[in-house]
């Protein structure tokens, strides 16, 4: 057990280019999403905006605004660039810890998908799961 939570945790390499894009990514968003609501919130109570835009008669033009700034938070949102690649990670050498094999992280998971051939040696470790004699030559 102790191995399998090691290697869940372990970083993949591709989470190291994830947090790098993630790191500017993110204040960009924030940054957008707040110009979006500063852009709706001050047409909204433009003239033009108070004569164009059919707002509700259950909602403020604040609130109109603010749906804009948070849709374009949340439609933008990074989530799955941070969070897919640790779960795929532990999910992975999670159902691989279920048939017996163990996966020491998400570096080696990488390099698993360039695997082109594998090759079995024939002493019965695969079968019997120990490994055992079947001939013996005296010379």
Sequence with gaps: MK??????????????VADKIAKYFVPIIVLLSILAWIFWFSYAYSDTGKE????GKDSSRFVFAFNFGI?????????????ATPT????????????????????VLE???????VVFDKTG???AG???VTDLIDV
């Design 88 to 107: 795929a990670v532990m999910v992975g050498t999670g159902i691989a810890a279920g048939f017996g094999v163990l996966i020491k992280g998400g570096d």
């Design 3 to 16: 191995l399998v939570e090691s290697a869940q945790q372990a970083k993949a390499p591709i989470k190291e």
């Design 52 to 55: 164009e835009l059919y707002i």
């Design 125 to 127: 470790t695969l079968t």
């Design 111 to 117: 390099r698993i998908s360039k695997i082109s051939m």
């Design 71 to 83: 849709s374009t938070l949340v439609i933008a949102c990074p989530c799955a660039l941070g969070l």
């Design 130 to 132: 120990e490994p055992q």
